[in-house]
């Protein structure tokens, strides 16, 4: 993953210039499959970004490469102005180590489409384990804010309950809730409620529309759901085929797209 001038630039720049996340020229191969095509994407402190697009457009691809959990074939991403995958050496940048990694990842929370809560925890403890052997937290100040952050989703009265005990919508509350307890600088959320019955939806986007509103978080969210992403987003990118097809302000994409690709894309949902 060679870097171009450029590119060494741009991680120089004083902070107030920089975005929070930036993706410049990515690329993703499985295989000979290429699933992102040189992306470039920034995303501003405590902006709402909705990704959306056909499925095997990229989205995914997109959080999971910033979570960590997949490689990029090519290009760099930075959180902070400082290289997720890569590691300064003087003016070089060389491929980063775990330490690396897990010093930059502390600063992002991912919820995914399932909800991965240890089933033999009770949901407090669900949401203390990483605050506690993560941050360094003591368990007094870890269940305060867990608990803060449990009642914030509705749920402050399960705190003794397990996952089983629980509804799909309100394990994904819990898990909402552990991750936003990590205070991450950026949030990601990957089709978080298309496991869910059609009438448990509408609690668990209750919850990211209120977190929205109340924190300066970043999000980037991955999402089927176009009431929601028009809601919820200061900016809407539609990708097709691993690239950005078209993007802008949510009223802009929904009422007056001007791909057809996008127009096509968004007549399947507003045919329904």
Avoid: C
Wanted: glycine letters at 8%; a negative charge.
């Amino acid at each position: 993953m060679g870097m171009t001038e450029k590119q060494l630039k741009s991680s120089n720049k004083p902070d107030k210039e920089m975005p929070l996340v930036q993706y410049e020229n990515v690329t993703k191969k499985f295989g000979d499959v290429e699933v992102l095509k040189g992306l470039d994407l920034e995303i501003k402190q405590g902006e709402k970004v909705a990704l959306i697009g056909p499925s095997g457009s990229g989205k995914t691809t997109i959080i999971r490469m910033l979570m960590t959990l997949e490689k990029p074939s090519g290009g760099v991403i930075s959180l902070n102005g400082e290289p997720l995958w890569h590691k300064k050496i003087g003016d070089k940048l060389v491929p980063a180590d775990e330490k690396h990694l897990r010093k930059l990842r502390s600063d992002i929370g991912m919820v995914f489409q399932h909800f991965n809560l240890f089933p033999h925890m009770t949901i407090l403890r669900n949401v203390t384990e990483a605050p506690i052997h993560v941050l360094g937290l003591s368990k007094e100040e870890a269940n305060e804010r867990a608990v803060d952050m449990l009642n914030k989703v509705g749920l402050g009265d399960k705190l003794d309950a397990y996952p089983e005990q629980l509804s799909g919508g309100q394990k994904q509350r819990v898990a909402i809730a552990r991750a936003v307890v990590m205070h991450p600088k950026v949030m990601l959320f990957d089709e978080v409620t298309s496991a869910l019955d059609p009438e448990l939806v509408g609690e668990v986007l209750q919850v990211i529309r209120d977190l929205a509103k109340e924190t300066d978080m970043a999000m980037i969210l991955v999402t089927h759901e176009m009431d929601f992403a028009r809601d919820i987003a200061d900016r809407v990118v539609f990708l097709h085929n691993g690239q950005i097809e078209e993007e802008g302000h949510p009223e802009d994409i929904f009422e007056t797209p001007e791909s057809e690709r996008l127009q096509g894309f968004l007549s399947r949902f507003l045919n329904t």
